[in-house]
């Protein structure tokens, strides 16, 4: 019995031992917790401050688009804007100034003199011979001249024609701008040079092929009624293509800033090169005339060469040589 009490006192003094490692052990443990906990705190402050970051991030872009927006209208509404001035001032530039021209406008002056020469080549020649055919048909004399000067006859008085209704034209625009077409005045009210330029720009632009067609078929119509006698149906027939294509190259020159002007009064003038070519014979002078001249404007450059019969005349000096 005295051994096992031995053994119990013992047992009885190795267990303050075990206790203190036991208490070792559970302290080492809370202080893994704490650490732990602490590392927990410092990634959920990390993650709160990325947060914190990314939202901040995010409220910068959001007004860095805001500002870049803001700044492409900005630029917009400027090219905008000076697009407008420059506008205004091309047309303010290119009001009643020949000198420059809208290369983007397929019925510019020089394509205009380019136009004049197709219909010489083509209509004019037709005409010519549909009127030999006809007048063989019923006279035994044919006159080609008579009929070559018909031809130009045609052609101015059409011209003619056109100018006083393209200036009657824009005479009743402005007075609509100012009263209804039931008021007559008197006065021609004086339209701002900027909006009267916007309109001739307008009428040239949209004078397309259907409008140039119903100007055609008026015209002939109404042709007959300055010549009565040279311009029977049977003749108007024979020159219908004709017709119709003066009636469109005249249309289109009248209706440039500023008009293009015709000239046809060279008969019995001085053959000059320089503004003339011959139609079948040459000479020092003008016998008759064939085909007028164009010209940018009044007064301006020459844009097509007119064409004349010419004929030779006897000098002075070699006469009295003689």
């Known amino acids: ?44 402050r990390g993650k709160k401050s990325v947060q914190d970051l ?14 870049k927006s803001a700044k492409e209208a900005a630029l ?5 804007a000076l697009t407008r001035l420059s506008a205004v001032a091309a047309n303010r530039l290119r009001d009643n100034n ?21 219909i010489y080549d083509n209509e004019w020649t037709d005409a010519l011979e549909n009127l030999e055919k006809l007048r ?12 070559v000067q018909l031809l130009l006859s045609i052609l101015t008085e059409i011209f003619q024609m056109c100018k006083r209704d393209a200036t009657e034209h824009m005479d009743n625009m402005s007075r609509l701008l100012i009263t209804p077409s039931t008021v007559k005045i008197k006065h021609k009210p004086k339209v701002p040079a900027a909006l009267l330029k916007e309109i001739k720009d307008f009428r040239r632009q949209h004078c397309s092929e259907s409008v140039l067609q119903c100007l055609g078929e008026h015209y002939l119509e109404n042709l007959p009624e300055r010549n009565p006698e040279q311009l029977g149906p049977e003749v108007i027939k024979a020159c219908k293509k004709y017709i119709l294509k003066c009636a469109e190259l005249s249309w289109l020159m ?6 293009m002007c015709m000239e046809w009064q060279f008969t019995g003038s001085e053959f000059k090169s320089e503004t003339m070519r011959s139609f079948t014979k040459s000479g020092d002078q003008v016998q008759f005339v064939v085909w007028p001249a164009l010209y940018l ?4 450059a020459l844009v097509a060469k007119a064409i004349v019969q010419g004929m030779k005349t006897e000098k002075k000096g070699r006469k009295n040589q003689k």
């Open 1 to 44: 019995m005295a051994k096992r009490k031995s053994h119990d006192k013992s047992e009885d003094y190795d267990s303050p031992s075990k206790r203190l490692k036991s208490e070792e052990s559970v302290e080492d443990a809370l202080t893994t917790i704490e650490n732990q906990v602490q590392l927990l705190r410092r990634e959920i």
């Open 54 to 67: 990314q939202k901040t991030i995010d409220q910068l872009q959001k007004k860095l688009s805001t500002e």
């Open 76 to 80: 917009k509404d400027k090219e905008a």
């Open 98 to 118: 020949p000198g420059i021209a809208d290369l983007s406008d397929p019925n510019r002056p020089i394509k205009l003199g380019e136009k004049a020469s197709e």
């Open 136 to 147: 063989k048909a019923t006279e035994t004399n044919y006159d080609e001249e008579k009929d």
């Open 254 to 259: 009248v209706i440039q800033d500023p008009p």
């Open 297 to 300: 404007h009044d007064n301006g």
